[in-house]
T-cell receptor, first 114, second 114 residues
Framework: GESVGLHLPTLSVQEGDNSIINCAYS??????FIWYKQESGKGPQFIID?????DKRQGQRVTVLLNKTVKHLSLQIAATQPGDSAVYFC?????????????FGSGTQLTVLP | ETGVTQSPTHLIKTRGQQVTLRCSSQ?????VSWYQQALGQGPQFIFQ???????GRGNFPPRFSGLQFPNYSSELNVNALELDDSALYLC?????????????FGSGTQLSVL
C-alpha cells in the first residue's frame, strides 16, 4: 500500500541554526498534510498543517513547504532551540474515506546540539 | 497538554489475555481515533468512533474492537493478545470526523505483552 516516508532517520543541528526535515509521500490522493512533534513519553503534538491547494504555510518559527509535483513535504524550524529536540512525523490524509485516517511516516529524530 | 487523558499509562499482560484501554476526549470533542505505535515507528490508524459508531477502520484484525460512550469517552479492547501487540496505544480526539479538524493526542498507554 501507499505510505509516507522520510529521507533521514536522524538529524543533528547546532542550537540557533535552522533545521529542515524532509518527507516524501506517495499517495497522490492526499489533500491534507500535518507535521507532528513527539517528545519522549508523550503523544504526538500538532505543529503545523497544510492543504494540497497551498505550497507554503508559516507558523511561529516553523514553515511547511509542499511540492506536489515531486510529492515532497518539508518542515523548516528557524533558530532551533534545545526544546525542539524530539521525533518529528509527517502525516497525510487521503481524500477518500470519511474518517480522519492519518498515515504517518516513521519519523526523524532531531537532536539540538549546544 | 491536550486535554486527552488515557488510562492506564502502562500495562503488562501475557499472551492470550484480553486488555481494555480507556480514553477521555478533550472537552467538546465528539470524535475519537485510536492509533498503535510500535517502537521506532510512526502511529498506525486502528479505528475511529463518531457518535458511538465505528467510522473507519485501519488494517487491524477483529480482535481489536472499541466502544464510544455518550460522553464521547472511548475504550479500546484487544482480545487474544499476541507478542506483536506490544506497543504504545494512542488516543486522539477531534471535533468532527473530517474536514480540517486537528487531532489532539493523549500521552498513550504503553502495553507490554509477555
Amino acid at each position: 500500500g501507499e505510505s509516507v516516508g522520510l529521507h533521514l532517520p536522524t538529524l543533528s543541528v547546532q542550537e540557533g541554526d535552522n533545521s529542515i526535515i524532509n518527507c516524501a509521500y506517495s499517495n497522490s490522493a492526499s489533500d491534507y498534510f500535518i507535521w507532528y512533534k513527539q517528545e519522549s513519553g508523550k503523544g504526538p503534538q500538532f505543529i503545523i498543517d497544510i492543504r494540497s491547494n497551498m505550497d507554503k504555510r508559516q507558523g511561529q518559527r516553523v514553515t511547511v513547504l509542499l511540492n506536489k509535483t515531486v510529492k515532497h513535504l518539508s518542515l523548516q524550524i528557524a533558530a532551533t532551540q534545545p526544546g525542539d529536540s524530539a521525533v518529528y512525523f509527517c502525516a497525510e490524509n487521503p481524500t477518500s474515506g470519511s474518517a480522519r485516517q492519518l498515515t504517518f511516516g516513521s519519523g526523524t529524530q532531531l537532536t539540538v546540539l549546544p | 497538554e491536550t486535554g486527552v487523558t488515557q488510562s492506564p499509562t502502562h500495562l503488562i499482560k501475557t499472551r492470550g489475555q484480553q486488555v481494555t484501554l480507556r480514553c477521555s476526549s478533550q472537552s467538546g470533542h465528539n470524535t475519537v481515533s485510536w492509533y498503535q505505535q510500535a517502537l521506532g515507528q510512526g502511529p498506525q490508524f486502528i479505528f475511529q468512533y463518531y457518535r458511538e459508531e465505528e467510522n473507519g477502520r485501519g488494517n487491524f484484525p477483529p480482535r481489536f474492537s472499541g466502544l464510544q460512550f455518550p460522553n464521547y469517552s472511548s475504550e479500546l479492547n484487544v482480545n487474544a493478545l499476541e507478542l506483536d501487540d506490544s506497543a504504545l496505544y494512542l488516543c486522539a480526539s477531534s471535533l468532527g470526523t473530517f474536514n480540517n479538524e486537528k487531532l489532539f493526542f493523549g500521552s498513550g498507554t504503553q502495553l507490554s505483552v509477555l
